[in-house]
């Protein structure tokens, strides 16, 4: 048991110090922890809020990508119709003897022409893909129009020798593969689901792509939908 009486004023005093230095450490102790707290608070909050920007930001890029190519590929779409009757007689499965013919001399510069814009921009696209700047999606909808390409004996003939210098290792190695395929004598759609499994495969193995085909024939059902049962009792029109 402590002797109070004892105790100097000296002593008290140095106890009393001690007893702040304790309380000072302990105060320190907590509002730098506080601190600490406030401040990881804070630099989360603004990693959110730049992580938000930057999605954000990457959805503009996306959407810009996109109206780009499209812009560009409307472009090309008129090139097409603009000049179809000139080019109709030598497009598809047509033999050399009819796209050699000389009356087709100014048809087959007018088709050379848009193979150019359009495997340009398909680079394009191609590229914005590898460097994920355009969705899935969008890149694997452009299949389409390139098996509309390598549906021309034209372009087969002439892939190798005249157009294929022109482009990069995707496109080149897209219709490489392309023009075998479509030499291969498969039924239509055995080749065109061959062909997009290729590309899903030369595109890092993409599963969108390679599923293109399966996917785009399932059609959307109105009466799956929830909203339908406003409208729909076994098939009956109801009142809303």
Not at 121 to 133: G, W
Request: proline share 1%.
């Amino acid at each position: 048991m402590i002797n109070f009486s004892a105790v100097t004023t000296t002593d008290a005093i140095a106890i009393f110090a001690m007893g702040a230095s304790i309380f000072s450490a302990i105060y320190a102790w907590r509002s730098t922890r506080n601190a600490r707290a406030q401040f990881e608070a804070a630099e989360a909050r603004e990693q959110r809020h730049y992580e938000d920007s930057r999605l954000r930001e990457n959805e503009v890029h996306l959407a810009a990508n996109y109206l780009a190519l499209e812009t560009s590929s409307s472009e090309i779409f008129k090139y097409t119709a603009d000049n179809e009757t000139k080019i109709a007689a030598i497009r598809g499965a047509v033999g050399k003897t009819i796209w050699s013919a000389k009356k087709y001399a100014e048809a087959r510069g007018i088709l050379i022409n848009l193979y150019y814009q359009s495997l340009n921009l398909f680079e394009v696209c191609a590229r914005f893909r590898r460097k994920e700047m355009i969705r899935t999606e969008v890149f694997a909808s452009w299949i389409a129009w390139m098996v509309e390409i390598l549906e021309d004996d034209y372009f087969r003939a002439h892939w190798d020798a005249l157009i294929r210098s022109n482009y990069t290792r995707d496109v080149r190695d897209i219709f490489d593969v392309g023009v075998e395929i479509f030499e291969a004598g498969l039924p239509v759609a055995d080749r065109d689901q061959a062909f997009y499994e290729a590309v899903a495969e030369i595109m890092g193995g993409c599963e969108a792509i390679a599923n293109w085909l399966v996917d785009s024939r399932e059609p959307a059902r109105w009466s799956e939908l929830d909203c339908s049962s406003k409208y729909l009792s076994s098939g009956t029109s109801q009142a809303a």
